[in-house]
């Protein structure tokens, strides 16, 4: 009976290992189905995320953790990855070995078997390896570390079940005593003496805790949360603190400092790994040179005018392809409209419950996401190919010089990229800039870009006032105004890091590396697919929590009367002077104001602000004819946009750049240094404008 | 063989070479070290980025950017 309840146990605590960028996360998603999102550049997984798959009527429980070159950490992502191997409920792990880099990918599979002696290679991006020319002997690898083996190429069904087999074998079995790195007699006795002290203290005999811990506090790196937590009786200890720095001392004149330790430490390593590779790896000898993907997307001539060119075609397809759905849309809420106006009149709805569902809440929904979705659902899947491809580290490569001198670092183009899809996840990609200075910068100045909520405010302006032509010139010059938009954007955000770094994140550039791995073919369909539903219904999901509240808002300022005006017109009219000042008026002021909770509903609002015959009546008509009869110019029109452009950020990014700063600082000035940019940049415009008499 | 002591930086596109010392803080030689630099490998260059810097270096197989003002810091024997 206690075989049986064994049997249906779910086996836990396998961890998904491996460097950045090596097809851990497709991996993850291929055995368990799950739709982690996987892109092609390192520092895509910020966090575990856990998954099942079922063999044989057994559940196993598998985590992926982010990318990490080392188990001793030097940033915040792989300190996830470590703690969760060292001392979360990690049982076992599947370590994924780059075939074609085998040697990093295989120090990091020493360093974690040391600590955790149950473990199953798994040699992944073969094809890879082939092209490239590099031989991996895996059988002749896993001898020589005492391990199990397994072969993959994670796009391929077919090859997931040996996989799955050899997970099985490795959880059901007992922990076998593997390889270890013996490090120089001088370290082991320390790590011995430093362990045994540890157990005394803290009263953990678990042998993966005690052994990284020793290293850790030999190799002098920042012990993490849970470790501190851990072995906190020990860590206080007056008497333990003695005996380490004795020891440190020891070492010391040994290896003359903490630095001599550590190389030591780190040379035992990698002399194993070379040690292994050279017999077991076969490379052809030719020398490597740039892909011609390469030499297009970062050579001297083609590079930047390459970048621009991709920008233009995202949103020009974002622009063309968004059309027809929206107006199908559109159409098919006016039906479904009709029928819930019949409803509520058959129900004897009194006036303000009608108004408060129907004007209110339906029609502005229904607005915001006929207007709004299409162009998000577009751009995200043509964004994530970007990604999936590998073109985001090329971008990165390339901006660095720029970023640098404006005392960024080259990573801040990627979450300036991702920025554009949506701000708030521009700011939790942000994680990638190792230097905290950077990453503030980052932060701060991540609302300068335009997301994707923004994006139809600019194409309904740049439709209305900015385009000539018809039909396709009409989508290729609104593509056109949105690239300068982004491109003003981008040269914000370089001048205000720059003013930022030499003010408030004062420092110097950090040390800044960028992998670059070869572009990968992604899956055209699955990515197509998978981002078009995930996005879809995201924004759907705010569109109902966002703009359905907005829309009974805005319905009660309008019905409920100051004197004889409605509220909402009473707000407008106060902050018209201030409005005037920045070129716009009163409404559009109100709109921005309004349009904290998200961007999207900032239009509506205006139009709403406009429209003297009510709510319903504005959300089905086309905005840009409401502007143009409220009197707006191609002045207020610029203006607008550079405000909407630069102005505070959504209530969803304030929020995310609170959680990811925990300062308060940061986060006031992540709201203030856009709001100052767009009303200075808009008083300048709106005064020349005036002197100019346009 | 001729053997010159250079700097990574010095280093011409389509070069070859072995590193032999990295000088800095030992935060930046484990940096180094994760990414398979280390004294002995073999180091190769194989482009720059249109403003000059950073450049982009094959080692063990990866192919990085390095910024000048870090490539200045190790030091090599060109193969050549």
């Given at each position: 009976m206690r075989k049986e309840s064994k049997d249906k146990e779910k086996r836990v605590g396998i961890a998904l290992a491996?460097?950045?960028?090596?097809g851990k996360s497709t991996l993850f998603n291929a055995l368990t189905g799950m739709n982690q999102h996987t892109g092609n550049?390192?520092?895509?997984?910020?966090e575990c995320a856990r998954g099942v798959f079922k063999k044989d009527g057994k559940s196993y429980e598998i985590t992926d953790i982010p990318g990490t070159f080392s188990i001793y950490p030097r940033s915040r992502e792989e300190e996830v990855a470590a703690e969760y191997i060292c001392?979360?409920?990690?049982?076992?792990a599947v370590i994924i070995i780059d075939s074609a880099r085998p040697e990093r990918s295989l120090r990091l599979a020493l360093e974690i078997i040391d600590v955790m002696p149950q473990a199953l290679l798994c040699f992944n991006l073969l094809d890879e390896a082939e092209k490239m020319g590099v031989k991996c002997n895996v059988r002749g690898i896993g001898e020589a570390l005492s391990l199990d083996v397994v072969s993959v190429v994670a796009k391929r069904k077919k090859t997931l079940a040996p996989l799955k087999e050899k997970i099985a074998v490795l959880t059901d079995s007992e922990a076998k005593e593997t390889k270890r790195i013996t490090y120089p007699r001088p370290i082991e006795d320390s790590i011995e003496r430093i362990s045994s002290l540890l157990s005394e203290k803290?009263?953990?005999?678990e042998r993966r805790k005690l052994r990284y811990t020793a290293l850790s506090l030999l190799h002098a790196s920042v012990l993490c949360e849970r470790a501190r937590v851990l072995f906190k009786s020990a860590l206080d200890d007056g008497g333990f603190k003695k005996e380490l720095d004795s020891i440190r001392q020891e070492l010391f004149t040994i290896y003359r400092n903490q630095d001599g330790v550590s190389e030591a430490i780190s040379t035992s390593l990698v002399k194993e790994c070379d040690r292994i590779c050279e017999k077991h790896v076969t490379k052809n000898s030719t020398r490597p040179t740039l892909s011609f993907f390469d030499k297009l997307l970062t050579?001297?001539?083609f590079a930047y005018p390459c970048m621009m060119l991709l920008l233009l075609l995202v949103l020009y397809l974002t622009i063309s392809l968004a059309n027809y759905p929206s107006m199908w849309l559109e159409a098919l809420f006016a039906y479904i409209g009709e029928g819930f106006k019949t409803l509520l009149l058959k129900a004897n709805a009194p006036p303000l419950l009608f108004g408060a569902l129907y004007d209110g809440i339906y029609t502005v929904l229904t607005r915001v996401i006929s207007v709004m979705l299409p162009p998000m659902a577009i751009f995200f899947p043509l964004f994530t190919l970007l990604e999936d491809t590998g073109f985001l580290p090329r971008f990165a490569y390339n901006l660095d010089r720029p970023l640098c001198c404006a005392g960024a670092c080259g990573k801040q183009a990627l979450s300036m990229c991702m920025c554009l899809g949506c701000t708030a996840s521009g700011i939790i990609g942000c994680?990638?800039?190792?230097s905290p200075r950077e990453r503030k910068i980052a932060i701060v100045t991540s609302s300068l870009m335009p997301c994707n909520g923004k994006f139809p405010t600019m194409i309904i302006l740049a439709a209305t006032f900015f385009t000539f032509g018809s039909g396709s010139l009409v989508r290729l010059s609104s593509a056109i105004f949105l690239c300068g938009i982004i491109l003003l954007s981008v040269a914000a955000t370089l001048l205000c890091s720059k003013i930022l770094s030499k003010t408030v994140y004062k420092g110097s550039p950090s040390f800044f590396t960028i992998e670059m791995p070869p572009p990968r073919k992604p899956d055209l369909v699955k990515v197509l697919v998978r981002s078009l539903i995930d996005r879809t219904l995201s924004v759907l999901l705010r569109a109902v929590a966002v703009a359905a509240p907005a829309g009974l808002l805005l319905w009660a300022l309008t019905v409920i009367k100051v004197g004889d005006v409605s509220l909402l017109s009473y707000i407008t009219e106060l902050l018209d002077p201030v409005g005037l000042i920045l070129g716009l008026d009163g409404v559009i002021l109100t709109a921005f104001l309004l349009g904290f909770p998200a961007n999207e509903i900032v239009l509506p609002i205006a139009v709403i602000g406009y429209c003297q015959s009510g709510i319903a009546e504005a959300m089905s008509a086309p905005f840009g004819e409401i502007l143009l009869g409220a009197g707006w110019t191609v002045p207020t029109a610029i203006c607008c946009a550079v405000f909407s452009l630069f102005h505070f950020p959504c209530s969803t990014s304030v929020l995310t750049a609170y959680k990811e700063t925990k300062s308060l600082k940061t986060t006031a000035l992540c709201v203030l240094l856009p709001t100052a940019v767009g009303t200075v940049l808009c008083a300048v415009l709106s005064l020349i404008f005036s002197i100019a008499g346009i | 063989m001729e053997k010159k002591i250079k700097r990574l930086s010095q280093l011409e596109i389509g070069g070859c070479a072995r590193v032999t010392k990295i000088n800095s803080t030992s935060e930046i030689k484990r940096r180094f070290l994760d990414l398979g630099i280390g004294c002995g490998c073999e180091i190769f260059c194989v482009g720059k980025s249109p403003l000059g810097d950073p450049r982009a270096y094959v080692v063990r197989g990866g192919m990085l950017a390095i910024r000048r003002l870090d490539a200045d810091k190790i030091e090599i024997e060109s193969e050549e």
């Open positions: 491996g460097n950045p960028n090596v550049w390192a520092g895509k997984t910020v001392y979360g409920d990690c049982k076992s803290s009263g953990i005999t050579g001297r001539l994680r990638i800039i190792d | -």
